[in-house]
């Protein structure tokens, strides 16, 4: 199977996944994928459908809920879930698609029995299903269009061509982050990456919510991915950004929250450029005001002269997270004019956090806890950034 994914088309995936699962004495494997909100799992098309995909024509996929099916609970708690089949004499196992520690989606398996050799070998087919998908999603429309439920605005396709993965991580860390309104995200964006010991992190909110303001995010990540790589520090990520900003898009104002977390310390390391501070999220609590400092000014001011802006530092203990967000989140309003507000992030987080959810279903829960609020329609870009340090996990 590995052999054969080299050249494989996207669409030949369900036939290869089926086939891997035949002779592991399967009598179905199909696989599932989230939608671009994690609302659905979506049926990777056939390849008749992927063709008629392909072609503009209209085709109806298997779709089933994250939040009320067999299959979705597979997908939130990253657990395999088993159950009696329509057919007579049949079992169906659910089981989480993972690439690292992003989620991807889930594979159905149907056998006369699923005991546990069987679901070794389910597992197995599982993972390396998650790297295949991972691997060619980068470039399939037929994949992109699996995953999308509307059309996406200029703006929010440049911008979801810039960001990384949603997830990433290691056995000592977690970064995980979440964007909407997914098909209309104007200026927000988020980075992040790992060397060595060291996630970097970094959310961005630019002034305004149009192509230009995608296209201000879109430089400030070149501007802080071209920095990093060559060994700048944070402060000078954010003067690059800066002096970026003011040549070539001038008069857009963005503000961020750039970051560096020592993996094998602890040791956290950030600058604030007008954004919202931090929470720091330990022992299930927030510690109030535990990174908030004096902000520096909003990077893209033209003709200003400031001095660089100041790196604070704190060492985290083993466990905490760090909470990073922009003001679309605080300042969503009901229809009754209501702010969702930062006791209400916090606590959703923390709740979800308690029940014992992996970080990124704690913040797929808070952004839907977030639209719903809001009638399912965000004035402003919602974007939330979560990293917890977990080195003896």
């Given amino acids: 199977m590995l052999a054969a994914s080299h050249r494989l088309a996207p669409r030949e995936i ?21 939608d671009m909100q994690q609302r659905e799992l979506v049926a990777l098309p056939n390849p008749a459908q992927a063709h008629q995909i392909a072609t503009g024509v209209a085709t109806e996929l298997e779709r089933l809920s994250v939040d009320a099916s ?10 395999v879930q088993v159950a009696a089949a329509t057919v007579p004499g049949e079992r169906v196992g659910w089981l989480p698609l993972v690439d690292g520690v992003g989620r991807l989606g889930v594979l159905r398996v149907a056998a006369p029995a699923l005991e546990s050799p069987v679901l070794e070998r389910c597992r197995a087919l599982a993972s390396l299903t998650a790297m295949i998908l991972a691997t060619k999603q980068i470039y399939s429309d037929v994949l992109a269009r699996a995953m999308r439920t509307q059309a996406m ?44 010991t060291r996630l970097h992190l970094t959310l961005l909110d630019a002034m305004g919510h149009d192509l230009a303001s995608g296209g201000c995010s879109a430089v400030a990540l070149a501007a802080c991915r071209s920095t990093r790589r060559a060994g700048g520090g944070l402060a000078d990520i954010a003067e690059r950004i800066d002096r970026a900003l003011a040549r070539w898009i001038p008069e857009r104002l963005l503000t961020c929250v750039i970051a560096d977390l020592d993996t094998a310390t602890g040791r956290f390391d950030w600058i604030n450029c007008g954004h919202p501070p931090p929470l720091l999220i330990r022992d299930r609590h927030v510690l109030p005001g535990a990174l908030q ?97 977990h080195p003896h996990r």
């Fill in 14 to 34: 369900p036939a290869l996944v089926q086939e891997a699962g035949r002779r592991l004495g399967l009598s179905q494997a199909r696989v599932y994928i989230a």
């Fill in 70 to 79: 067999l299959a979705g609970r597979a997908y939130r708690t990253e657990t």
């Fill in 153 to 196: 605005t200029l703006q929010a396709e440049l911008l979801w061509a810039f960001v990384p993965p949603r997830t990433i991580g290691t056995s000592s860390v977690t970064s995980t982050a979440v964007l909407e309104p997914a098909y209309e995200i104007g200026g927000d964006a988020f980075d992040h990456s790992v060397a060595s």
């Fill in 293 to 389: 400092r004096a902000p520096h000014l909003p990077l893209g001011v033209t003709g200003y002269t400031a001095p660089p802006p100041q790196v604070h530092t704190v060492h985290l203990q083993p466990g905490d997270r760090v909470l990073m967000f922009t003001d679309g989140v605080t300042e969503a309003r009901s229809a009754s004019g209501e702010l969702f507000g930062e006791d209400r992030l916090t606590d959703t987080v923390v709740r979800s956090m308690t029940d014992g959810l992996p970080a990124p279903e704690a913040l797929r829960r808070l952004i839907q806890q977030i639209l719903l609020h809001q009638d399912q329609r965000l004035r402003d870009d919602a974007t939330i950034l979560l990293a917890e340090w």
